[in-house]
T-cell receptor, first 114, second 116 residues
């Protein structure tokens, strides 16, 4: 089974802090994704990566950056956390294989910024 | 613009009755479609996908989905609902403009409530 793990289930940070969210997958997937999930807004893509050191902006990249130094690890960075970044953050990965586009998700990190 | 719509925020059914969660899509080219389920405080779990072939796709936990090209729909169904099926359901479609990256476009989600 594919396993995607996220470093924390719950996180509380203060406004202005630098926040790191880590995601690790164990299935050698090329693609990795960061989403945030808010009630009534569904899943919104923040950033994704289709290879080591490669990244592309998603729909809402402002206030976030990412790092992918190793294939299995994809980090989301909040440079200076703000209260409007309080949300559930979901990481996902998928295989770069024709007709195999399903994404596998981690359990999520619920971040509260006070 | 490529998009996915789930027209119902919430669906309520009685246990034992059939359930349908609706999804419509708008994408260029052949659609690759997915359904996911999310239980409270958990990540999304993959249920099933349609890539090509038979319009009726069977997935996990007794769910199935019917692809209808003329109506651009991909509704999720189950013949007999269980209370444990109560969850948030997401429909998704592959972004045809980013096909080599595996990017998906998700609907807003539908909350399914199954009453005993």
């Amino acid at each position: 089974d594919v396993k995607v793990t996220q470093s924390s289930r719950y996180l509380v940070k203060r406004t202005g802090e630098k926040v790191f969210l880590e995601c690790v997958q164990d299935m050698d997937h090329e693609n990795m994704f960061w989403y945030r999930q808010d009630p009534g807004l569904g899943l919104r893509l923040i950033y994704f990566s289709y290879d080591v050191k490669m990244k592309e902006k998603g729909d809402i990249p402002e206030g976030y950056s990412v790092s992918r130094e190793k294939k299995e690890r994809f980090s989301l960075i909040l440079e200076s956390a703000s209260t409007n970044q309080t949300s559930m953050y979901l990481c996902a990965s998928s295989l770069k294989l024709y007709r195999s586009y399903e994404q596998y998700f981690g359990p999520g990190t619920r971040l509260t910024v006070t | 613009a490529q998009s996915v719509a789930q027209p119902e925020d919430q669906v309520k059914v009685a246990e034992g009755n059939p359930l349908t969660v609706k999804c419509t899509y708008s994408v260029s080219g052949n659609p690759y479609l997915f359904w996911y389920v999310q239980y409270p405080n958990r990540g999304l779990q993959f249920l099933l996908k349609y890539i090509t072939g038979d319009n009726l796709v069977k997935g996990s936990y007794g769910f199935e989905a019917e692809f209808n090209k003329s109506q651009t729909s991909f509704h999720l169904k189950k013949p007999s609902a269980l209370v444990s099926d109560s969850a948030l359901y997401f429909c998704a479609v592959r972004d045809p403009h980013a096909s080599n990256t595996g990017k998906l476009i998700f609907g807003q989600g539908t909350t399914l409530q199954v009453k005993p």
